[in-house]
């Protein structure tokens, strides 16, 4: 007799907690990304809610407490609000059971990245945190380049990221530039996806000294340039920069050094990978589903098989920790150690 083919799975629901910008882009992309389906949009502004929510075809709703009312079937919860709120939405959602997906960064304190941490851990769920970037192809080929030893020793890096973001990007919502919201500026929001590159890339981080200024913007809380210096378990040594103050904007720049061979990314295409056979850029960024999509498709592998996100709480941690090392480090103009997770 022959077997019948098993059933497919129902797709996992997800409710989008925070109806911005963000949180409009992960509904397109759960909406493009089989195996997964919204299920419900969440903001306090419900009107915004329900303006995104209709979009869609689903429900809107004031409180996360509301959308994991048994109604809705929610399986995940993807938090998208402003970044000082991410732990307390984030560990309702551990603690009632669902998978979370936190934007980046995990959040701006590192007490409440740890609180998250042990709530994943308690309640046994699976915890991603967007880090897009390491499922880019061109980061893809540079990783598998230093796992296979091709570059030699790694010695150093340069990690850039010279953004320009006017006044009114600061003016537009009340949370930008704050300490309690959005934790810090070009580093701890534009510049953690590349902090977290830089460790993927070169291990584990032991100290930070860095520098950071205002300098282009007014009436912010938090820096819009910053510099410093990162010294790896290895004795790599990184350099880091972020700023939302270089008129017009350029690519985000990554260089990997070792003593065979170096690698450098520019935004989410590899450029040049040498000490091997050199690496066409056209083949490094292949077209395919977006980085967003690939990290929701790591996060439905591990829910289905009780395996491992690539990227989930204890690397976000180690990113929010050279980010809140440097600004440490800036007031006390010493080096801050990084601590293990």
């Not at 934007?103 to 915890?127: L, N």
């Not at 820096?223 to 010294?231: F, K, L, N």
Request: charged residues 20%; proline residues 5%.
């Amino acid at each position: 007799m022959t077997a019948q083919p098993a059933a497919p799975l129902p797709p996992l629901r997800v409710a989008v907690a925070g109806a911005g910008v963000i949180g409009a882009h992960h509904c397109r992309v759960i909406a493009d990304t089989p195996g997964i389906e919204l299920g419900a949009v969440v903001d306090v502004d419900l009107e915004r809610a329900a303006d995104m929510a209709a979009e869609h075809g689903v429900p809107a709703v004031g409180s996360l407490a509301e959308a994991l009312a048994p109604t809705h079937g929610i399986d995940v919860v993807a938090v998208c609000t402003p970044s000082g709120l991410h732990a307390v939405l984030a560990i309702e959602a551990m603690e009632a059971g669902r998978h979370v997906v936190i934007e980046k960064p995990i959040d701006v304190v590192d007490e409440r990245a740890a609180r998250i941490d042990e709530a994943r851990i308690a309640s046994g769920v699976q915890a991603a945190v967007i880090s897009q970037h390491r499922f880019d192809p061109g980061t893809e080929q540079v990783q598998a380049a230093l796992d296979g030893g091709r570059l030699g020793r790694v010695t150093s890096a340069i990690a850039s990221v010279p953004w320009w973001r006017s006044q009114d990007y600061y003016d537009s919502g009340a949370w930008r530039g704050t300490v309690a919201l959005d934790g810090g500026g070009a580093l701890m929001n534009q510049g953690v996806h590349t902090v977290d590159l830089l460790c993927a890339f070169l291990g584990r981080p032991l100290e930070v000294f860095g520098y950071t200024a205002l300098l282009a913007h007014e009436g912010i809380e938090v820096e819009d340039t910053a510099a410093g210096v990162v010294r790896f378990e290895s004795g790599a040594l990184g350099l880091l920069h972020a700023t939302t103050a270089a008129f017009t904007d350029e690519a985000v720049r990554v260089q990997v050094f070792g003593d065979r061979g170096s690698a450098l990314l520019e935004g989410d295409r590899l450029v040049s990978l040498t000490g091997m056979d050199d690496v066409p850029a056209e083949a490094a960024a292949p077209a395919g589903p977006s980085a967003h999509r690939l990290q929701y498709e790591d996060l439905i592998r591990a829910i289905r098989t009780g395996g491992q996100v690539r990227v989930g709480t204890r690397e976000a941690r180690t990113a929010l920790a050279v980010v809140n090392g440097l600004y440490e480090s800036a007031r006390r103009g010493a080096p801050v150690a990084i601590p293990r997770f």
